[in-house]
Each structure stands twice: as C-alpha cells, then as structure tokens.
C-alpha cells in the first residue's frame, strides 16, 4: 500500500507561484512513474504533469506547458510541481498519483495505481 500526502496549495493572485509537494511512504518510491492531476469544479479530472522514477523523462499537458515544472527528490520520498505565471483556468484540487503495475510515465487516470486526498489551488484574477 502506498501513502501520498499533497501539500502547498492555496490561493494566489494570477500571475503568482505556487509550489506542491506529495510526499510517498509505504512502498519503495524511487522505482515508479509519478504524476499531478488537476480538477476543477463541474469538470473531469485531467492530467497535469508526470515524470519517471529516475526523473530524466517529464511530460506536460498542453494547458501548462512552459509554466509549470514537475521535479522528484527519491531520497525525500517526494514529488514537486512548481506553477509558475499562474492563471484562474489553473484553479481546482489538485491530485498526486504514483504508478507501479507499468513501467513508464502515463497521462491517463486510469494508468495510476495509488492516489492522494489532493490539495485546493484558486488563482484570483
């Protein structure tokens, strides 16, 4: 069984940063694919950013391409997603996910395995 616990959400002005945090414990973190998820209010979950276990290997969704970064520490046990240039349409609850049945980085929800209870972003304009 795998633990994620997402931190660092909360509001900001558009324009503004944002970093998230997910911490993993309960299985071995450094061997799988993780990834960020977002949903906003009345809308499907979607994909955000994934990165693979050694780190080298990021995807992005077109939404955020060129402002958000994703970054893992597997000596921490975390994942990151720093948000820059940050926009109201960046606003919901955003969702850490780690994947451990495949090897590479997915960009579906169903290609996760484990999920966290996620964490609220509101961006004002």
């Known amino acids: 069984q795998v633990q994620l616990v997402e931190s660092g959400g909360g509001l900001v002005q558009a324009g503004g940063s944002l970093r998230l945090s997910c911490a993993a414990s309960g299985r071995t973190f450094s061997n799988n694919a993780m990834g960020w998820f977002r949903q906003a209010p009345g809308k499907e979950r979607e994909f955000v950013a994934g990165i693979s276990w050694s780190g080298f290997s990021t995807y992005y969704g077109d939404s955020v391409k060129g402002r958000f970064t994703i970054s893992r520490d597997n000596a921490k046990n975390t994942v990151y997603l720093q948000m820059n240039s940050l926009k109201p349409e960046d606003t919901g609850v955003y969702y850490c996910?780690?994947?451990?049945?495949?090897?590479?980085?997915?960009?579906?929800?169903?290609?996760?395995?484990?999920w966290g209870q996620g964490t609220q972003v509101t961006v004002s304009s």
């Open positions: 996910a780690a994947r451990y049945s495949r090897p590479g980085v997915g960009i579906k929800l169903d290609e996760y395995d484990y």
